[in-house]
């Protein structure tokens, strides 16, 4: 895991980035900016146990590309879950806390994820382990109304305007960030060079 000192205030910002993209830079830069991080972690997953693995590129090309794209020092891009044997977020993030005690962090997610939240493992864990600010993208704003997850934690949700101080909120504590958007998805992008 990255070096971190007490009081931080960090984002999670986890992902199989296959490819990453100029879109999970805008998510990663709008994050450090309206959440007021000292640090974001741009953690690159051996995999996401919902998605299949026929087309994803090797841990070390999607390291290499990430660190590319995300130059920001603000961002380290790291792969501790491959080294921990993590496939779950839920365990990811119980690991992180139990060993960084007196950081402050803040789980990041695309809006995109957010309608599809509750099919992860322990999903309302998550939700209760660290506060959560969901990064709005092209055709799933209005997800922070309809999704599983904002209907289940409505009462938890933070006004936008309050989004600095979402890292002092006890999860679950969630917050839904406006702002620009960039329709790039790693989707698209594996089946333009098909």
Request: proline share 7%.
């Amino acid at each position: 895991m990255p070096h971190t000192e007490r009081g931080m205030v960090v984002g999670l910002f986890g992902g199989s980035f296959n490819p990453p993209h100029q879109g999970h830079a805008l998510v990663a830069e709008i994050a450090i900016r309206r959440l007021g991080l000292d640090q974001l972690w741009w953690m690159v997953t051996p995999g996401n146990p919902l998605k299949s693995r026929n087309h994803l590129a090797p841990l070390a090309e999607r390291i290499a590309l990430s660190k590319a794209i995300a130059p920001d020092p603000h961002i380290k891009v790291t792969a501790f879950e491959q080294a921990l044997g993590i496939s779950y977020t839920a365990n990811t993030l119980a690991k992180v806390k139990a060993r960084n005690p007196h950081v402050h962090f803040v789980w990041i997610m695309g809006a995109d994820s957010l309608q599809t939240f509750h099919k992860w493992q322990k999903w309302q864990d998550i939700a209760k382990t660290f506060p959560i600010a969901v990064i709005d993208r092209p055709g799933s704003t209005l997800s922070f109304l309809s999704s599983k997850m904002a209907k289940t934690f409505d009462y938890a949700r933070v006004d936008e305007d309050d989004a600095r101080a979402l890292w002092k909120k006890p999860a679950p504590a969630w917050t839904f960030i406006h702002g620009p958007r960039s329709a790039l998805s790693s989707t698209a992008i594996r089946k333009a060079a098909e």
